[in-house]
């Protein structure tokens, strides 16, 4: 009976993820206002941080170095900001899952993109307790890439 049950449960999870990974889900073509990304890369056994909030009317950059912690804003037109739209649907940035890992790397940071408009937002994260596959990593990290060259161009900070 509980092997049953595993094997019915495998089952329906496999299913969830493939019509999951297998729809057509993307990001808008435009920008609209209430659309905000939340880029964050920070933890691990290092006491910093860089936070990156986008949306329409104000971007912040927030680099935290042990107690010290530097706020920039900064603004994005609507062309870049529809680029950037681009660039998510792209890297099939909606289509990303990311898991619980079996065991915790406390000494891991975590990097992670949530997007979206209100309640409806996409968070996807790769650190000590959440990874995603090995595909979807890459397109993650030139995702994050982006996002963080936008960010340095209009700060003229060095993000990595």
């Known amino acids: 009976m509980k092997k049953a049950v595993q094997r019915t449960f495998t089952i329906a999870a496999s299913v969830c993820i493939f ?43 927030i680099d935290r170095q042990q ?35 079996k065991s915790i790397r406390y000494d891991m940071a975590t990097t992670s993109i949530e997007f979206g408009s209100g309640n409806k937002t996409h968070k996807v994260s790769i650190g000590a307790t959440e990874q995603i596959t090995r595909g ?12 963080m060259t936008l960010t340095g161009k209009k700060t003229g900070q060095k993000t990595e």
């Not at 609507?78 to 990303?96: G, R, S, V």
């Not at 993650?140 to 996002?147: K, S, V």
């Open 19 to 61: 019509f999951s990974l297998s729809g057509k889900s993307q990001a808008p073509a435009k920008w609209k206002t209430g659309m905000e990304l939340n880029a964050y890369n920070g933890g691990g056994r290092t006491p910093q941080s860089t936070t990156v909030i986008i949306n329409k009317t104000s971007c912040t950059y």
């Open 67 to 101: 107690q010290a912690r530097d706020t920039l804003r900064f603004k994005l037109s609507q062309a870049e900001l529809d680029k950037l739209l681009k660039e998510i649907t792209a890297c099939h940035f909606m289509n990303m899952l990311s898991g619980r890992t």
């Open 136 to 147: 979807a990593a890459d397109d993650f990290n030139r995702l994050y890439a982006y996002i």
